[in-house]
């Protein structure tokens, strides 16, 4: 019950800051290419979430390698270390991808314009999803965002629905 209210007051107090009602969250494991950021976000376990304006990916820091890891060593106290926001319509690409490519660009440094030609230019075969996963990618002028959550497809829709 506690926890419950915890949760609750969570979102409540993420919707005040933004000033928007949170319409669809989930748990995702993401990695992030900017190259204006040295450091670009390693593959790292946190919460994705959507408003009307914005789409978040806010993680912390910690010894999680999956998203099981998530689920099952909730750590007490955590608290979030970072946040990527992404404005809704700086979006210029999303989609669900097989994950060994979205791995092969941020591995080689590929920039977000770069990545967003290879995603209009390739056709994907579902053959390499089912072999090696799929990710949800989200491409802004910005950065690349890269994201496994345990519902890629729902993800694809709700970013398709209008801002």
């Keep these: 019950m506690a926890t419950e209210i915890a949760i609750s007051a969570y979102w409540e107090k993420r919707e005040q800051e933004l000033g928007e009602k949170v319409l669809f969250k989930s748990i995702a494991q993401g990695q992030l290419s900017n190259p204006k950021v040295k450091d670009s976000l390693p593959d790292i376990i946190g ?22 890891d998530l689920l099952f060593s909730r750590k007490e106290r955590e608290t979030i270390t970072g946040t990527v926001n992404v404005i809704r319509k700086d979006i210029k690409d999303y989609r669900v991808l097989p994950a060994i490519f979205a791995h092969q660009w941020i591995k080689k440094g590929k920039n977000p314009l770069e990545i967003q030609k ?41 970013l398709s629905l209008p801002a």
Excluded: Q
């Design 118 to 158: 290879e995603i209009e230019n390739k056709k994907y075969s579902i053959f390499f999803s089912l072999l090696f996963g799929a990710r949800l990618v989200v491409c802004t002028d910005e950065i690349f965002l890269s994201l496994a959550t345990p519902m890629n497809s729902r993800w694809e829709r709700e």
């Design 47 to 68: 919460i994705l979430f959507l408003t009307k304006s914005y789409l978040v990916f806010e993680y912390s820091h910690g010894n999680r390698k999956t998203i099981l």
